[in-house]
C-alpha cells in the first residue's frame, strides 16, 4: 500500500524533497512505524525526525499523535513547529 | 453569520474588509480586529525580507476549525481571517482578523483567541532574510502560553 | 509614541486612521483596533437616531489620562481615540481605538482597558429616539464591571 | 465669591440650564454644602441632587467626592453616569 508524504518548511528543505509517493513496510501501519521507517533512511531524516526533535505529523490535514494509524492512500505531512501570524 | 478565510499573496485593505464585514448589518455593534505587520527587527537581528510558507488546504480547515471554536465560545457575529503568504518585507502586513458581535466583550475576547490559535495551530511558516544570511524562525514558548490561557 | 485624541462630528476611515497611526514606523508589529457603532436596537427597543453630548475640555483631559494609564501598563507603542458626538444614526461608527505595540498581546489588552474605561470615565451620553420617544441611556452595571476587571 | 456651574445631559435638561454663575453660601464651600444650597431650590434639582440619586460631580473638570473644597472661580459640572461608546 501506498501513502502520499509531504514535507514542509525547514524539513522540506533538510530533506530536499516537498512530496513522494511511499509504500509503507510493514503494511499495517501507524505514524510511530513509519517514522521508523523514514528514519531508516539515514542522514537528515534520521537527525530531523529522532525522537528528542520537535516536529508535527498530520495525517489527511489533521494533526495527530504517534499511534495514529496510517491507511493506503493518506497524505501524510511532517513539519516544524508553526510560526505563522 | 459566517466564517471568512482567505491565503493570498496580494496585501488587503483593512478599511474595505471591515466594512465588507458590516456588510450594512444594523445588529453589528462592536468590530474587534487585529492586524499583524513584519517588523524590521526580530530576536535582536535586523530583517529585511521574509517568506511565508504554508499548507495549502490544512490551513484553510484549521482557520476554519479556530473560527468555529471562537463561535461556540462566545456570542459573535461574523469572522473574517486573512493571511498572506509568500515573499514579504518589513512594514508589510501578514494577518488580519476581524470579529463583529452586538457588545464588545465577546468580538475582543473572540479575536484575541483567534489569533492565539492561528499563532499555535494553523500551518504557516517564516523564514527570514537578515545580514547574518536565512532563517527559519523557530516557535515562540510566549505563543504556546498565549494559546494555553484559553484552556476552558 | 504619541496619544492621539480626537471628538469630532465627522466620521472616520479607520483604515486612513491605522495606516496614518502605524506612520511608516516598522517597529510595531502589531495593531488591535476596536470600532463601536449604533446597533438599531436598544434594550429590546428599535433604535432610529441617536444623539451624543460630551463635556467639552474634560473630555479630551480623561481619554489622555486613560491613554496614559494603558501606555503605564503595557509595552505599547502609539495610541488613537476618535470619538463621534452629535446626530448618529444605526450603522454609524460612534469610536475608533486603535493601539500598536511590537508583540500583539501589549495592543490587545491596551485597547480593551481603554475602551472599558471610556465607558465609565469619559463624560458622554447618549440620548436615543425610539418609536415611544426620546431616552437618555442608563449607564450600565456591565460597563463597571468591564472597568473593574482591570484593578491593579 | 463665585463659581461657574455646568449642567450636563439629562440633568441640563430637567433644570432647563446649562452654565450658570452662582455666588456661594456660605462662601466657604465644599461640593456638599454647593449640593444643599442647590436643592434649597426645590423641584428638579431637590429631585435630581438626591442623596439616594447617581450623578457626578466634577471641580475643574476633575471627579471629585463630596468632601472636596470649592473655590472661587471653580467650574463645577454636575452631571449623569456617563453612557458613551
Same mark, same amino acid.
Given at each position: 500500500m501506498t501513502i502520499q508524504l509531504v514535507f514542509l518548511a525547514r524539513l522540506r528543505e533538510r530533506f530536499g524533497v516537498s512530496r513522494e509517493v511511499l509504500a509503507l513496510s *510493514? *503494511?499495517?501501519?501507524t505514524v510511530a512505524t513509519l517514522l521508523d521507517q523514514l528514519r531508516e533512511r539515514g542522514g537528515a531524516f534520521a537527525e530531523e525526525l529522532a525522537a528528542n526533535r520537535a516536529f508535527r505529523v498530520a495525517v489527511n490535514q489533521e494533526v495527530v499523535a504517534l499511534d495514529h494509524p496510517v491507511k493506503a492512500g493518506d497524505e501524510v505531512a511532517i513539519f516544524p513547529p508553526v510560526t505563522g501570524g | 453569520m459566517a466564517s471568512f478565510v482567505r491565503i493570498q499573496d496580494e496585501d488587503f485593505d483593512v478599511g474595505a474588509e471591515i466594512h465588507a464585514l458590516r456588510? /450594512?448589518?444594523? /445588529?453589528?455593534g462592536a468590530v474587534a480586529s487585529f492586524i499583524g505587520c513584519v517588523r524590521d527587527m526580530n530576536e535582536g537581528d535586523a530583517v529585511n525580507l521574509m517568506y511565508l510558507e504554508h499548507y495549502p488546504g490544512m490551513t484553510e480547515r484549521e482557520l476554519e476549525k479556530i473560527a468555529t471554536e471562537a463561535r461556540g465560545r462566545w456570542n459573535i457575529l461574523d469572522t473574517l481571517i486573512i493571511h498572506r503568504v509568500g515573499e514579504l518585507k518589513p512594514l508589510d502586513q501578514i494577518v488580519f482578523v476581524a470579529v463583529t458581535s452586538a457588545h464588545r466583550g465577546d468580538s475582543f475576547a473572540a479575536c484575541e483567541f483567534i489569533m492565539d490559535f492561528l499563532k499555535t495551530k494553523a500551518p504557516f511558516w517564516k523564514r527570514e532574510a537578515t545580514p547574518q544570511g536565512e532563517r527559519w524562525v523557530d516557535a515562540r514558548v510566549s505563543d504556546d502560553a498565549a494559546a494555553a490561557r484559553w484552556k476552558p
Amino acid at each position: 500500500m501506498t501513502i502520499q508524504l509531504v514535507f514542509l518548511a525547514r524539513l522540506r528543505e533538510r530533506f530536499g524533497v516537498s512530496r513522494e509517493v511511499l509504500a509503507l513496510s *510493514p *503494511p499495517i501501519a501507524t505514524v510511530a512505524t513509519l517514522l521508523d521507517q523514514l528514519r531508516e533512511r539515514g542522514g537528515a531524516f534520521a537527525e530531523e525526525l529522532a525522537a528528542n526533535r520537535a516536529f508535527r505529523v498530520a495525517v489527511n490535514q489533521e494533526v495527530v499523535a504517534l499511534d495514529h494509524p496510517v491507511k493506503a492512500g493518506d497524505e501524510v505531512a511532517i513539519f516544524p513547529p508553526v510560526t505563522g501570524g | 453569520m459566517a466564517s471568512f478565510v482567505r491565503i493570498q499573496d496580494e496585501d488587503f485593505d483593512v478599511g474595505a474588509e471591515i466594512h465588507a464585514l458590516r456588510l /450594512g448589518n444594523p /445588529g453589528v455593534g462592536a468590530v474587534a480586529s487585529f492586524i499583524g505587520c513584519v517588523r524590521d527587527m526580530n530576536e535582536g537581528d535586523a530583517v529585511n525580507l521574509m517568506y511565508l510558507e504554508h499548507y495549502p488546504g490544512m490551513t484553510e480547515r484549521e482557520l476554519e476549525k479556530i473560527a468555529t471554536e471562537a463561535r461556540g465560545r462566545w456570542n459573535i457575529l461574523d469572522t473574517l481571517i486573512i493571511h498572506r503568504v509568500g515573499e514579504l518585507k518589513p512594514l508589510d502586513q501578514i494577518v488580519f482578523v476581524a470579529v463583529t458581535s452586538a457588545h464588545r466583550g465577546d468580538s475582543f475576547a473572540a479575536c484575541e483567541f483567534i489569533m492565539d490559535f492561528l499563532k499555535t495551530k494553523a500551518p504557516f511558516w517564516k523564514r527570514e532574510a537578515t545580514p547574518q544570511g536565512e532563517r527559519w524562525v523557530d516557535a515562540r514558548v510566549s505563543d504556546d502560553a498565549a494559546a494555553a490561557r484559553w484552556k476552558p
